[in-house]
């Protein structure tokens, strides 16, 4: 493909990555964004090696080591003794090992740090307040389309073989807490994922450590296509009562937290990302995937340097990027689906579960993770 033009609709992680790997590698970029300003919801995210060092290769290392939080390990522990079971080590250890560094980083942060360079690219324009409808895209005049506007696409059906969006029967609470109210049980330093009977909770820190965001899942309903819902009381005492057989404490602080959203999750089937034209779908419009692995919007950046990477060299090379991703997807969601039996293990399973976990040294769960945190993007 020889164009040099590049329309990208939605400014998600995907999309605006997309804008700054594109612009890269030397294509002029318009991005169209339906919202009317880049505003996101309390939350947080965790950045694996694969995706800061592509990042740091954008040019965002500084902006980002200014919002992001190294923590010292990622520990596994029980949500009824809340003892730690086991650990992987990240600080240093990671950036030695993986050649990047593991963070955790508030979303609205790293949305801002994307969205700022994005901005001041010369290559870059971005339309927001843009609501973008599949008819529309028939007449764009760019070389590329790209398609990143999350799970709920509208743009997708471009693409006949697309996959489809399911509910997981799955819900995340999304909890933030002030880091003293969690100073009894929880370090603040690292990232510490509790297991329970069919549920489990991801905390860690974020805005500079003076704030704890809690992910808890568990199974629940999806009240329909929403990204995410503010909690009624009724939702907050239905959170409860999932979590009635945690640690009393634990629970104390999730009931008495400042800001509790819930989120349906819903993942998509395998499909095509590619139409052999100009269309190309990425991040959570092409793969969403349930967050036990913390890989989604990883993999939506790496969808996008790659993208960048291969998209200058014609249709054959888009072919071999979809190829490669959904390899590379398909194994993420494996470990996703792996990580959910583990951490949600009941009975006799769990037993065993935390027998064989304590076992493991933590240079072992770490040499599991090589795959994944230590792949390298195309010419890094
Ligand atoms: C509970 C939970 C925890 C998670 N934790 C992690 C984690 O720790 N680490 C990790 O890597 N991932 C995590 N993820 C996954 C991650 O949040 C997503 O994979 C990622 O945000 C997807 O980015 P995206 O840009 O593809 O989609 P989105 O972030 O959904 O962005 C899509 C954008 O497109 C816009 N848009 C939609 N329709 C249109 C239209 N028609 N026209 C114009 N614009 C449009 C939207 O407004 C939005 O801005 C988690 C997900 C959940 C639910």
Redesign the pocket.
């Known amino acids: 493909m020889t164009g040099t033009k590049v329309d990208i609709?939605?400014?998600?992680?995907?999309?605006l990555a997309a804008a700054l790997a594109f612009s890269r590698a030397g294509w002029t970029v318009r991005i169209?964004?339906?919202?009317e300003e880049i505003r996101e919801v309390g939350?947080?995210?965790?950045?694996s090696p694969n995706?800061t060092h592509i990042l740091n290769a954008l040019g965002l290392g500084p902006a980002l080591e200014g919002v992001m939080h190294r923590p010292g390990r990622i520990a596994l522990a029980s949500g009824t003794s809340l003892n730690v079971i086991t650990y992987v080590p990240a600080g240093d250890e990671a950036e030695q090992r993986w050649g990047a560094p593991y963070g955790v980083v508030h979303r609205a942060d790293l949305q801002s740090v994307l969205y700022d360079a994005v901005k001041t690219d010369k290559n870059c324009s971005i339309e927001l307040g843009?609501?973008?409808?599949p008819r529309e895209l028939g007449d764009s005049d760019a070389d590329l389309v790209v398609i990143?506007?999350?799970?709920?696409?509208?743009?997708r059906i471009r693409l006949k073989e697309a996959g489809k969006p399911s509910f997981t029967g799955l819900v995340?609470w999304?909890l933030l807490v002030d880091a003293e109210d969690a100073a009894t049980f929880l370090d603040p330093n690292n990232v510490t994922a509790y297991m329970g009977r069919d549920s489990h909770l991801v905390a860690y820190p974020v805005n500079g450590g003076a704030k704890v965001n809690m992910?808890a899942?568990t199974n629940g309903d999806s009240p329909g296509a929403s990204?995410s819902y503010a909690t009624s009381a009724e939702n907050r005492a239905q959170l409860f009562e999932r979590f009635k057989a945690w640690n009393p404490v634990l629970r104390t602080t999730m009931r008495d937290a400042e800001s509790v959203t819930y989120?349906p999750?819903y993942q998509m089937s395998d499909g095509a990302y590619f139409d052999g034209g100009k269309t190309v779908l990425?991040?959570?419009?092409a793969h969403?995937m349930g967050?036990f692995a913390?890989?989604?919007?990883?993999?939506?950046i790496e969808d996008a340097w790659e993208l960048a990477a291969s998209a200058t060299q014609g249709r054959t090379a888009i072919f071999q990027w979809e190829e490669r991703r959904r390899n590379r997807v398909g194994r993420a969601r494996k470990r996703a689906g792996f990580n959910r039996f583990v951490y949600h293990a009941r009975g006799p399973v769990r037993i065993g579960r935390d027998l064989v976990l304590s076992l493991r040294k933590p240079e072992h769960l770490a040499s599991d993770l090589d795959w994944l945190y230590g792949w390298r993007a195309t010419g890094l």
């Open positions: 609709i939605g400014a998600g992680m995907a999309g169209r964004e339906q919202a939350a947080g995210l965790q950045l995706c843009t609501r973008i409808e990143a506007d999350g799970v709920w696409s509208a743009n995340a999304r992910v899942i990204w989120w999750l990425i991040g959570d419009a969403a967050p913390a890989q989604g919007a990883a993999m939506a």
